[in-house]
């Protein structure tokens, strides 16, 4: 894949190198994110920030991330009621809209509408969610995650036991993140969920196809033995058929300390596309884990912004600048808190 | 006109030299608007982007300009609901909120507000919209387009022949863009809509008394035959008094490749304000049109950003700066799609 | 208290000397406020606005302070319903979101909410008012005010004569402006209210306990005499217990040109912390007043920008680094009108 000049708009443009391009850019924003330096690399450049759904944090990790490139943001959120009411077309909207920045991400409750504005756009764009079908960023920070949480161990994704656990049928979350795990190798996948939120055939059969050992379960502590990374994710009780049904399971697929003790070798990594639910009786993950430095969900959705700084860098083709436009952070970084 | 620290109301404040102070403005904006190079001449400037009614693309046309020159915008969608629920006066908002910027764009719906606003502003207030009173810079845009689209062909806006369609009873941009055109000289103006949607008589006695000529017919195929430049507009059905008086113009207004080759000169431009209705039966402009290089509408949208940078620019008096503030673009612009 | 890296959540965390730091920060900011330099000290630094209750003015207004200082800002206006229906706790959003910035202000409907977030949160947090609980940038700009008003007659805090005026008993504002008031010396309050709506007790125990001269009453001409400051308020009728005691005082708190003329001290400067009822008979301060240079409640809202500006150098330590990274204004800041 050539990123310069390119949209993202499905992780199934993706190989393997694309991958490890993206992470080793991702890898080298980190003195930017983590406010060690600063660049101005992309100064003098728009992104136009289009969220026609609401996703406060999926909009505020792209523009941080163009902001600490050294961008400027121009934000639109919710719907262009007037102009749909006198029916334009999303290609004229595009075709507009695409003329007031360099580059735009945009997200669209409806399946297939990012990539319709794309064929329209005159600069690149970035998929930031388009309905149940793909939000490619999200999946890309999972298993740079991954990766990141791996590499202190001087472990490679090549090799990784990981549990999903929660609804995997409905969850796109984990449909992607397994697309994405099948372009690498000798991977032991652990789906643990209800009968009725199994994870899709196809899903298992590409898994499979990769080469990957695949296991299927109901049970919590036999999913999450032996892993490197559990990946949790929430289950909404109205996906199931009934009251009873939903009741059968329920508080099943909880991970807390004491589970997590019981059945994880120790420095399991924790994972979760957040949010999670922290109410009474309704936890996924329970907040008792939070002193656990192996709960890596906070971590995960920091590095959010560097794969999306990565993005606009490979995109814009700015990555080699990077270091020539940087400069010390003169503001107080440490705190008293 | 002295634009510096000036406001732009209303487009009767402009004579000819303004506006052709303006044009020459907005043309020396090009390389920076078409990322040839980038400008940071208003760095550190701030603009106050107050639309108390939604407009998206006239917000973030101008707030895209502004960054462009390197100022940063400050926004406001929607209605003040605290304030003016508490009482608070079109004045004491002004008052206050002129405080928080270097030059204020607002939209408000309610005619004359704008310029209520401005008269308690201390900082230049550019009307971006008052109800159905006045949007100069969408006027300004439409005739830097025409000027720009004849400029090829060794053409000025002298000696113009344009044909204006549709709904020229209510349509706002028609009346302004008449207005303008009467500061130039020898033009010939085909007005064509239905009997019920004519060009109000003073507008088209202010165009007879600048010395053009004015042609009012409810056939299109005559009316845009033998001019430069079309300008559609829309016909919105409710406008008219009855459903049959709507069902005996239906389509009778509308342009499509065939109609266009069939009573056009060849290269004859096709302009819109936008959007355009692309739905089915009901186009103003058929999208058989698209690939039609006359078809001007989304070149009319970029010229907003360039007329937008030269209204900022003339008001703040930094015109003659920016080409000391200049840079080339080091971000990828060429597209792989 | 030691700015660098800390909260600002409260008024109870100044000493006097913390104000009077401020407040000299505050005075070195004029230069950038009133566009005759501007600063780039905080380029690259990103503010994380989150106004999850509207609040237009606080809201640019804290966002004009930190672009004035040369950074950036991405906002998030209303609640993010998404992850608040999915049960995320604040924690958890505490912790995702302040990964995206440098610095968070921070407004919210609920009391104590701000400071929960600060919890959690790992760069310093601002409370831009949580509920009726405290907003503490208001009152340090209304102290900022007296204090500026006061220095052009060689006067300072100490020693000041001030009425407070309106409804004592629910305004935010006068409890926190009395707070920081118990900080200085030798004060005389007139509280001039209706007897439903007098002044907390403990408010007024607290001003006598640091040495304070308090005066309660309901009549408007003796509270306003022989005082340096008239500080009004308005009065909701809904605060009253009935109808007919909302009646009973109607328009007794109001003060005109008139009112003034008769009972002030020449030079008493009138102050409010806006919006103000504008309205024909519900008026807490005239228009009339419009014109009397004394009426400051335009410096009021304009030292809002300065007493921002000083929160985050501070709280970011660039304040000594401001004059290293400063420039002449090169737009024009004449006005015609």
Same mark, same amino acid.
């Given at each position: 894949?050539?990123?310069?000049?390119?949209?993202?708009?499905?992780?199934?443009?993706?190989?393997?190198?694309?991958?490890?391009?993206?992470?080793?850019?991702?890898?080298?924003?980190?003195?930017?994110?983590?406010?060690?330096?600063?660049?101005?690399?992309?100064?003098?450049?728009?992104?136009?920030?289009?969220?026609?759904?609401?996703?406060?944090?999926?909009?505020?990790?792209?523009?941080?991330?163009?902001?600490?490139?050294?961008?400027?943001?121009?934000?639109?959120?919710?719907?262009?009621?007037?102009?749909?009411?006198?029916?334009?077309?999303?290609?004229?909207?595009?075709?507009?809209?695409?003329?007031?920045?360099?580059?735009?991400?945009?997200?669209?409750?409806?399946?297939?509408?990012?990539?319709?504005?794309?064929?329209?756009?005159?600069?690149?764009?970035?998929?930031?969610?388009?309905?149940?079908? #793909?939000?490619?960023?999200?999946?890309?920070?999972? $298993?740079?995650?991954?990766?990141?949480?791996?590499?202190?161990? &001087?472990?490679?994704?090549?090799?990784?036991?990981?549990?999903?656990?929660?609804?995997?049928?409905?969850?796109?979350?984990?449909?992607?993140?397994?697309?994405?795990?099948?372009?690498?190798?000798?991977?032991?996948?652990?789906?643990?969920?209800? &009968?009725?939120?199994?994870?899709?055939?196809?899903?298992?059969?590409?898994?499979?196809?990769?080469?990957?050992?695949?296991?299927?379960?109901?049970?919590?502590?036999?999913?999450?033995?032996?892993?490197?990374?559990?990946?949790?994710?929430?289950?909404?009780? #109205?996906?199931?058929?009934?009251?009873?049904?939903?009741?059968?399971?329920?508080?099943?697929?909880?991970?807390?300390?004491?589970?997590?003790?019981?059945?994880?070798?120790?420095?399991?990594?924790?994972?979760?596309?957040?949010?999670?639910?922290?109410?009474?009786?309704?936890?996924?993950?329970?907040?008792?884990?939070?002193?656990?430095?192996?709960?890596?969900?906070?971590?995960?959705?920091?590095?959010?912004?560097?794969?999306?700084?990565?993005?606009?860098?490979?995109? $814009?083709?700015?990555?080699?600048?990077?270091?020539?436009?940087?400069?010390?952070?003169?503001?107080?970084?440490?705190?008293?808190?």
């Amino acid at each position: 894949m050539q990123f310069a000049g390119s949209h993202i708009l499905s992780i199934s443009q993706f190989e393997r190198a694309d991958v490890e391009q993206l992470f080793t850019v991702a890898d080298a924003m980190r003195p930017y994110a983590h406010r060690r330096r600063r660049t101005c690399v992309l100064d003098g450049a728009i992104l136009g920030s289009m969220f026609f759904e609401p996703s406060t944090r999926t909009r505020i990790s792209f523009g941080s991330a163009f902001n600490l490139l050294g961008g400027e943001v121009r934000e639109t959120t919710g719907f262009e009621h007037s102009a749909i009411a006198k029916g334009e077309s999303l290609w004229d909207t595009a075709r507009v809209l695409s003329g007031y920045s360099d580059i735009v991400v945009m997200r669209h409750p409806e399946n297939g509408s990012v990539a319709e504005f794309a064929a329209a756009s005159r600069v690149p764009v970035i998929n930031g969610g388009d309905g149940t079908n #793909e939000h490619p960023s999200q999946a890309l920070l999972d $298993l740079y995650t991954i990766r990141s949480e791996l590499a202190g161990r &001087e472990r490679d994704i090549d090799g990784l036991r990981i549990a999903m656990v929660g609804d995997l049928c409905f969850g796109r979350t984990v449909h992607s993140l397994s697309k994405l795990l099948s372009l690498f190798a000798d991977l032991r996948v652990s789906l643990v969920s209800p &009968e009725a939120l199994k994870m899709p055939a196809e899903v298992v059969d590409n898994l499979q196809a990769a080469g990957h050992q695949v296991l299927e379960t109901d049970a919590l502590e036999q999913g999450i033995a032996d892993v490197d990374i559990v990946y949790s994710t929430r289950i909404q009780e #109205e996906r199931f058929a009934s009251r009873e049904e939903a009741d059968l399971y329920r508080g099943r697929f909880r991970l807390n300390q004491s589970v997590y003790t019981a059945n994880c070798e120790p420095n399991t990594v924790i994972m979760h596309p957040l949010p999670r639910d922290s109410r009474e009786g309704a936890r996924e993950l329970d907040i008792d884990l939070n002193d656990n430095p192996n709960l890596a969900i906070f971590r995960q959705s920091d590095n959010g912004v560097l794969v999306r700084m990565a993005m606009f860098a490979l995109l $814009l083709d700015v990555a080699d600048q990077i270091s020539e436009h940087d400069a010390p952070v003169n503001w107080c970084t440490e705190r008293r808190f």
